[in-house]
Each structure stands twice: as C-alpha cells, then as structure tokens.
C-alpha cells in the first residue's frame, strides 16, 4: 500500500487549497485517514481523520474552515482548507490505515506536502 499526497503550494491568506491523497494497493480496504501537519520548528500536529463509516472529527485549529472527505471509487482522501492563515503553514501528511488481503491491519504513510501560506 502506498500514499501519495498533493495539491500543495502557496497561496495567500484567506484563500483556499484542497489537498488529496492518492492510496494505492490491491486488495485492501480502508479504515481510517488522517491528515497531520508539521510546522517549522514545531512537532507533527494531528489535523483531521475520517472513518471507514464516513465520521470526521478535526483539531479545534482548523474546525470550521478545513474539511476531510473521501472519494472511495479513487481511493482519494481530500482536505478541503478554506480562509487560509499564515499558522496554516506546514508540510501536510496523509496517513491511513488499511487492513489487506492477508487481513493484515497497517498504518502507512504519505511523503507530505508543502503549505505555505502568505499574509
């Protein structure tokens, strides 16, 4: 199973960007996916996750303003980040746990992806 995260760049304050995690595999089925983030200087924080059953819960930090879905026909997770704040600034992991044919439950890992946000 392998994560591939996009959609980085950099935008000003206030705007938005929708990042999107690509897992790809054969003969798995999905659990859980979380974005995390890491700041400059700063230890990875938790951002948001998503359930098999489609339930979100988010950091108070982005609540309201970023959104976690799912696309299972492309086996995409998206984080939608609206109104955009210079402290949004971070390189953006996706993560997911998978369990696979052998009915082996895993946790992988995206390579992150820049945010860089502008005031």
């Known amino acids: 199973v392998q994560l591939q995260a996009s959609g980085g760049g950099l935008v000003q304050a206030g705007n938005s960007l929708r990042l999107s995690c690509a897992v790809s595999?054969?003969?798995?089925?999905?659990?859980?996916a979380n974005w995390y983030r890491q700041a400059p200087g700063k230890q990875r924080e938790w951002v948001a996750v998503?359930?098999?059953?489609?339930?979100?819960n988010y950091a108070d930090s982005v609540k309201g303003r970023f959104t976690i879905s799912r696309d299972i026909a492309k086996n995409t997770v998206y984080l939608q980040m609206n109104s955009l704040k210079p402290e949004d600034t971070a390189v953006y992991y996706c993560?997911?746990?998978?369990?696979?044919?052998?009915?082996?439950?895993?946790?992988?890992w995206g390579q992150g992806t820049l945010v860089t946000v502008s005031s």
């Open positions: 993560n997911a746990g998978v369990t696979d044919s052998s009915r082996i439950s895993g946790s992988y």
């Open positions: 595999g054969s003969g798995f089925s999905f659990n859980f």
């Open positions: 998503i359930t098999s059953g489609g339930s979100t």
